[in-house]
């Protein structure tokens, strides 16, 4: 008697972990399909365009904080081309009373930057930015 109770003790416990398992599989068939589910409606979602209308007015509101970043950063560069380009002058006429070739070269070529900067603004004036 007591070795048939161990086998249906047996039994029952394996049908109750192929039970667990095939309910496990259940759930994860249905994981899966929620998730691709939900993956194409995302993408489809996303996919659809979206016609978006300005009010009228113009875009100048949106523009004029940008314009002005623009200016003050053209007219930054424009000073700091003016200070480059004074120092270096001094520089060159410092280098050319002591004939010290090596300073007027890289002075020089630091009037070219300071000259580059300074003009940017006229530069990019005509260029129409």
């Known amino acids: 008697m007591r070795r048939t109770e161990v086998i249906s003790e047996t039994m029952a416990a394996g049908t109750q972990a192929a039970g667990a398992k095939a309910g496990k599989g259940r759930l ?3 994981k899966k399909a929620v998730t691709a589910f ?3 409606a995302y993408f489809a979602v996303n996919a659809m365009p979206m016609t978006v209308l300005a009010a009228g007015g113009g875009t100048s509101a949106i523009t004029q904080p940008l314009d002005n ?3 003050l950063v053209i007219a930054v560069i424009g000073a700091v081309g003016v200070i480059i380009l004074a120092k270096n002058v001094m520089e060159f006429a410092q280098a050319y009373q002591q004939q010290d070739s090596s300073t007027m ?3 020089l070529k630091g009037i070219v930057a300071g000259v580059m900067m300074a003009g940017i603004s006229t530069v990019l004036t005509f260029l129409g930015f």
Do not use: D, F
């Open 69 to 71: 970043l623009k200016t």
């Open 105 to 107: 070269n890289s002075a």
């Open 38 to 40: 939900c993956g194409a």
């Open 28 to 30: 994860s068939g249905a």
